[in-house]
T-cell receptor, first 115, second 116 residues
Framework: ETGVTQTPRHLVMGMTNKKSLKCEQH?????MYWYKQSAKKPLELMFV???????ENNSVPSRFSPECPNSSHLFLHLHTLQPEDSALYLC??????????????FGPGTRLTVL | AQTVTQSQPEMSVQEAETVTLSCTYD???????LFWYKQPPSRQMILVIR??????QNATENRFSVNFQKAAKSFSLKISDSQLGDAAMYFC?????????????FGTGTRLKVLA
């Protein structure tokens, strides 16, 4: 596979469930990102990892727990979510070399519904 | 803090016609990057075009071009000869320069409908 892949593509969970989202990039990038996309709102950056180290946590509630075991894989562990957490969760990756061509590449997203 | 504003929630264009999507931003930085991303329904967000702020020349990618007005802090996207496959959400994004991880600031998006 090429690019950035995300699994599952759709997820329905109850508020007491625990689930995980997975992202994998095949681009040789060293940075990975989690975004939340809700209707009629700008993309919200959640977490950023650079060379497996978390460099950004954008005041995300602790019911979202990221994990980055290596530069190619990124997980988002979910527990005791709220209905307002229902959204499209996007993963992205990039090189961090700077410059004009240093661009984020996005995965297809996981559509999460919390009942 | 930087902000990005897309004032058109939805636009429509007739197939083969030209449409312009608007984007304005606010920043105190002198150098930065601007992007337009396209997100088709239920499909992946992809980069359409990018512009570096210190370059005067407007970027062009086939049927897509931008009108970059640095003083006005405006970055509009023009789509020529619109095709049905152009129907999507379009997001304008801002990025600070430099290496390392960095924040993209996205607008709320413009939904483009292409009418046959």
């Amino acid at each position: 596979e090429t690019g950035v892949t995300q699994t599952p593509r759709h997820l329905v969970m109850g508020m007491t469930n625990k689930k995980s989202l997975k992202c994998e990039q095949h681009l040789g990038h060293n940075a990975m990102y989690w975004y939340k996309q809700s209707a009629k709102k700008p993309l919200e950056l959640m977490f950023v990892y650079n060379f497996k180290e978390q460099t950004e946590n954008n005041s995300v509630p602790s019911r979202f727990s990221p994990e980055c075991p290596n530069s190619s894989h990124l997980f988002l562990h979910l527990h005791t979510l709220q209905p307002e957490d229902s959204a499209l969760y996007l993963c992205a990756s990039s090189l961090t070399s700077g410059g004009f061509t240093d661009t984020q590449y996005f995965g297809p997203g996981t559509r999460l519904t919390v009942l | 803090a930087q902000t990005v504003t897309q004032s058109q929630p939805e636009m429509s264009v007739q197939e083969a016609e030209t449409v312009t999507l608007s984007c304005t931003y606010d920043t105190s930085e002198s150098d930065y990057y601007l992007f337009w991303y396209k997100q088709p329904p239920s499909r992946q967000m992809i980069l359409v075009i990018r512009q570096e702020a210190y370059k005067q020349q407007n970027a062009t990618e086939n049927r897509f071009s931008v009108n970059f007005q640095k003083a006005a802090k405006s970055f509009s996207l023009k789509i020529s000869d619109s095709q049905l496959g152009d129907a999507a959400m379009y997001f304008c994004a801002y990025r600070s320069p430099g290496s390392g991880t960095y924040k993209y600031i996205f607008g709320t998006g413009t939904r483009l409908k292409v009418l046959a």
